[in-house]
Every structure is written in structure tokens, then in C-alpha cells.
């Protein structure tokens, strides 16, 4: 059973859609990481979400934590081909710094 | 400054056999955290170096070991190795340990078992 849910696992989009991935998990989390892996590479953090409700912005991209702190989402606007990758959803639920990952969403951008 | 490396890059072994797979950190980082990536079963955390000492450890079985130098470098080691071993294994530092340290992770080593 997988601590935490990602959603949906495969995404294909032309470029220029809007699309939105999630992260789910019955237990209550600290805090969330989102990574975006890109092939022959490890992955890379995109953003920590810490307080319930709270809304991060990185340009095209938009990550909400859920007011439970049980749930994430990403959001990226107008997607390019450089978003192409494996997107990551991590936490910490026992606080020891050992992560726990998401079976991650794989995003490809049609150009 | 240098990110995290791994050496080495890519292994071919068969089963049976054991191998050590090493990590440098980035400089003036002491945690050292070692992750395996396999297609169905996603990234899985192995274990946690801190100073020399395992912190953490992850759902694996006793052939998976690692260790922590006084330089913070890291290696793990895998014996009698099986073919479900065959596996991307990610190492990522961080400036001390325990949660809210951000991590940065290697390249990683791709290791195939035949």
C-alpha cells in the first residue's frame, strides 16, 4: 500500500494545456516536496509546502497543500516541452528526515 | 559548487555476485541518504547516514548495507545480489540530517543484474 497516492500516473498534452496532478494519502504530513526527475538524472526539488491551505507559486507552476495536510496538487498553466518529465510527490511522515516518494506521474509535452 | 556524485555510473553483474556503489556528497554536507528506483515499486528510501552512523533504515533486507566516511562520503554495498536488485540507486546529501533539510540528489548508478 502506498503511503502516498499520486494521481493520474501517465499524462500526454500538447503543448500549451493546462494540467493538474495530485498527490493523496490518509495520513497527515508536516509537510509535502514536490521533485520533477528528468531522464538519466536524479530528481530535482521544485517546492516544500508547509502549512495547511497554503498556496507556492514557481512561474507556470502552482502547488496547494490541503487544509488537512493530507493532500497536494501541482498545477502547471500553458505546459511546455521542458516540462516533460517525472513529477514527484515526497514527505516525511515519521519527521526523521526519511522520505517517503509518490509512485510519481510521468508528463510528457507535445510540442 | 560540485553536486553530489556517484560512482559508478552504470553495473552490469550477475546474480550471486555482490557490489559497492559509492557517493560523494556536496561539500559541507554530513547526511547521506540512499534511495532505490525500480519501475513498479517507485523511489524507496534504504537508509540514512549521519556522521558516520546509520539514522535510518529503510524496509530492506540485511544484503543491503551501507556505511559513512569522516569525509561524509558514502558507499552501499548489495550481496548475493538477485535479479529484482536491478534498479536506478539515488544518492542524495543534505547539510545535516532530520526533516525540513532539503536534499539534493546524484545522478544516480543504474545497476543490472543478468
Known amino acids: 500500500t502506498q503511503l502516498l497516492e499520486q494521481s493520474p500516473q501517465f499524462l500526454s498534452i500538447q503543448e500549451g494545456e493546462n494540467l493538474t496532478v495530485y498527490c493523496n494519502s490518509s495520513?497527515?504530513?508536516?509537510?509535502l516536496q514536490w521533485y520533477r526527475q528528468e531522464p538519466g538524472e536524479g530528481p530535482v526539488l521544485l517546492v516544500t509546502v508547509v502549512t495547511g491551505g497554503e498556496v507556492k507559486k514557481l512561474k507556470r507552476l502552482t502547488f496547494q497543500f490541503g487544509d488537512a495536510r493530507k493532500d497536494s496538487s501541482l498545477h502547471i498553466t500553458a505546459a511546455q516541452p521542458g516540462d516533460t518529465g517525472l513529477y514527484l510527490c515526497a514527505g516525511d511522515p515519521s519527521n526523521t528526515g526519511k522520505l517517503i516518494f509518490g509512485q510519481g506521474t510521468t508528463l510528457q509535452v507535445k510540442p | 559548487k560540485a553536486g553530489v556524485t556517484q560512482t559508478p555510473r552504470y553495473l552490469i553483474k550477475t546474480r550471486g555476485q555482490q557490489v559497492t556503489l559509492s557517493c560523494s556528497p556536496i561539500?559541507?554536507?554530513?547526511?547521506v541518504s540512499w534511495y532505490q528506483q525500480t519501475p513498479g515499486q517507485g523511489l524507496q528510501f534504504l537508509f540514512e547516514y549521519f556522521s558516520e552512523t546509520q539514522r535510518n533504515k529503510g524496509n530492506f533486507p540485511g544484503r543491503f548495507s551501507g556505511r559513512q566516511f569522516s569525509n561524509s562520503r558514502s558507499e552501499m554495498n548489495v550481496s548475493t545480489l538477485e535479479l529484482g536488485d536491478s534498479a536506478l540507486y539515488l544518492c542524495?546529501?543534505?547539510?545535516?540530517?532530520?526533516?525540513?533539510?532539503?536534499?539534493?540528489f546524484g545522478p544516480g548508478t543504474r545497476l543490472t543484474v543478468l
Open positions: 495520513s497527515v504530513f508536516s509537510s
Open positions: 561539500s559541507g554536507h554530513r547526511s
Open positions: 542524495a546529501s543534505s547539510l545535516t540530517a532530520g526533516p525540513y533539510n532539503e536534499q539534493f
